[in-house]
């Protein structure tokens, strides 16, 4: 089992920056990958980017460039550096394990508002 609270989310005017994080406890050595995902009003969540124990960092087209995913060694902290920010990114943030048996845990998520 993985807990995971993530936190950080706030209000940026377009072009500014913020910096989401997310903690993991538990199980953590059973942890394969975390990723961020998104949700914005009327639209599907969808995936930001995702950083898989001994094998890449992905992301969204959408993103690339402007959003960055750093960890820590043990897998329990993981950021998501968001630059450039535009009023496109507004949407609730969440972070998500998913374990070697594909189950996944989610954060609660945070809200990122983008807008002048």
């Known amino acids: 089992q993985v807990h995971i609270v993530d936190s950080g989310g706030g209000l940026v005017q377009p072009g500014g920056s913020l910096t989401l994080s997310c903690t993991a406890s538990?199980?953590?050595?059973?942890?394969?990958?975390m990723g961020w995902y998104r949700q914005a009003p009327g639209k599907q969540r969808e995936l930001v980017g995702v950083a898989i124990r001994g094998g890449s960092t992905d992301y969204a087209d959408s993103v690339k460039g402007r959003f960055t995913i750093s960890r820590d060694n043990d897998w329990n902290l993981v950021y998501l550096q968001m630059n450039n920010l535009k009023p496109e990114d507004t949407a609730i943030y969440y972070c998500?394990?998913?374990?070697?048996?594909?189950?996944?845990?989610w954060g609660q998520g945070t809200q990122v508002t983008v807008s002048s």
């Open positions: 998500d394990a998913r374990d070697y048996g594909h189950v996944d845990y």
């Open positions: 538990g199980n953590i050595a059973s942890i394969h990958a």
